[in-house]
């Protein structure tokens, strides 16, 4: 095992100097341009803005933001990293649909 160096599981150096969001344990979002990391996660982003949760659902995050500029995340907070290009809010598919049709298949 000497000599064996450890890598990450994560190679970031594809997203330097470009926009990532980041989810953060307790539900917060930020999304900002990844200027430098480590092997334990920890990210500098600059130009970083926090997308804020719905005070009534704090579930949900709202396109309502605030800006941080540059920002150190700490890796042990870093749940997820992605890039904010291409990036899309889907309708949750596990929902159910309260229409008629639905309540009159489970009535049959």
């Known amino acids: 095992m000497a000599g ?5 599981a994560v190679d970031l150096a594809k997203f330097v100097d470009k ?3 980041v989810k953060l344990a307790g539900g917060r979002e930020v ?5 430098g990391y480590d092997q334990l996660l920890n990210l500098v982003l600059d130009e970083a ?13 709202t396109d309502e933001t ?4 540059l920002l150190v995340c700490r890796g042990t907070a870093v749940m997820l990293v992605a890039p904010s290009t291409g990036m899309e809010e889907i309708a949750n598919p596990f929902l159910q ?12």
Do not use: H, N
């Open 19 to 21: 926009g990532v969001r």
């Open 49 to 61: 803005v926090e997308y804020l949760r719905d005070p009534e659902d704090p579930l949900t995050v």
């Open 4 to 8: 064996k160096a450890k890598e990450s």
């Open 97 to 108: 649909k309260d229409d008629k049709d639905g309540e009159d298949a489970e009535a049959a």
């Open 31 to 35: 999304q900002g341009i990844l200027k």
């Open 66 to 69: 605030r800006a941080l500029g």
